[in-house]
C-alpha cells in the first residue's frame, strides 16, 4: 500500500496509523467512514463507534450489517466488491453536505435507539 501511495504521490495526505487504542480522535479526523465488507460480518464494532463519532457510514449488505445501516436512512450500503459502486456513491456523499449531515443525525439517533431497546 506505501508503494501505491508513493506511486500516486499521496504520502502528504495518507497517513499509515497501525494498531491504536484510541480510536476516537482518529475517527473524529474522517469525514466518511468506509467499511466495504465482502466476507461473512457480523455488526463491526467499527461501524456502532464510527456512528458515535458522527461519521456517516459507507458499507456492504454482508452478514448483519444491514441491520444497523440502512441504506440512505443510516448509512449506505453498495454491492460488495463493486469498486465503481464504492467511487461513484462516495463522490455523491463528498459533494452533497446538506445529505451527509442529515445521515450523520440520522445514524447517531438509530444507534441510541437500537441500545435503548436492548438495554431495556
Same mark, same amino acid.
Given at each position: 500500500m506505501k508503494? /501505491?501511495?508513493n506511486q500516486y504521490n499521496l504520502a502528504d495526505r495518507v497517513i499509515f496509523a497501525g494498531q491504536q487504542d484510541d /480510536? *476516537?480522535?482518529w475517527l473524529q479526523a474522517m469525514d466518511i467512514f468506509v467499511l466495504p465488507s465482502y466476507g461473512n460480518e457480523g455488526v463491526p464494532q467499527t461501524l456502532i463507534q464510527a456512528m458515535l463519532c458522527?461519521?456517516?457510514v459507507v458499507s456492504t449488505? *454482508?452478514?448483519s450489517i444491514a441491520e444497523l445501516v440502512r441504506h440512505g436512512v443510516?448509512?449506505?450500503l453498495t454491492?460488495? $466488491?463493486d469498486s465503481d459502486e464504492l467511487s461513484c456513491l462516495l463522490n455523491r456523499l463528498l459533494l452533497n453536505t446538506i445529505e451527509k449531515n442529515k445521515l450523520q443525525l $440520522?445514524?447517531?439517533n438509530l444507534f441510541y435507539l437500537i441500545m435503548d431497546l436492548r438495554l431495556c
Open positions: 508503494d /501505491v501511495v /480510536v *476516537v480522535p458522527e461519521l456517516i449488505p *454482508v452478514g443510516t448509512g449506505f454491492p460488495p $466488491k $440520522k445514524a447517531e
